[in-house]
């Protein structure tokens, strides 16, 4: 199985903060990479799909670039209400797929 | 509105079996594979396995390959998740999911249940 790797873990940021957060893959997957927000308490929210292209209704400050292994989700200027977890997904497998390990995005 | 509803919360004894269910609304649901996610107390999230309502065909993450079987009911539009002998280890939230299709959307889960929490203790 395709294994994907999340970093940091965990950050603390600012409000007004850019940040980025890392995802590996085991072997290329092309652009078949998502990532979710959860907040605590909630399901997941599907905020990016095939690496780069936003979901409907997802603020503009949140985007996604990368290819092959290498795949980045960055917050242009952290919100309040962006603190929250962050997971990758790989679908390249499918219709098997696998979640990163997590980014906790924390107040600083 | 595209949802997916799933069946409340469960508190079981270890042995004990269990069936939990999603059920979807809004779309065609024999169009669209449905997944589960499990999410342990304080941790990420686990793919578990799909299935696709349509034909019925089921894959299965290496992890939970025997310990758990999904199934559905296109009839109802509700998929299912069950245990025939529950741990104490399978303590968790478990989310089903809908995997969107689509030239320009491969693979991403676009609908996600309210999350159905199995408590298993003795």
Known sequence: DIQMTQSPSSLSASVGDRVTITCRASQSISSYLNWYQQKPGKAPKLLIYAASSLQSGVPSRFSGSGSGTDFTLTISSLQPEDFATYYCQQSYSTPRSVFGGGTKVEIK | ?122
Request: charged fraction near 15%.
């Open chain 2, 1 to 122: 509105e595209v949802q997916l509803v799933q069946s409340g919360a469960e508190v079981k004894k270890p042995g004990e079996s269990l069936k939990i269910s999603c059920k979807g609304s809004g779309y065609s649901f024999t169009s669209y594979w449905i997944g589960w996610v499990r999410q342990m107390p304080g941790k990420g999230l686990e793919w578990m396995g799909i299935i696709y309502p349509g034909d019925s065909d089921t894959r299965y993450s290496p992890s939970f390959q025997g310990q758990v079987t999904i199934s559905a009911d296109k009839s109802i539009s509700t998929a299912y998740l069950q245990w025939s002998s529950l741990k104490a280890s399978d303590t968790a939230m478990y989310y089903c999911v809908r995997r969107v299709d689509t030239a320009m959307v491969t693979g991403a889960f676009d609908i996600w249940g309210q999350g159905t929490m199995v408590t298993v203790s003795s």
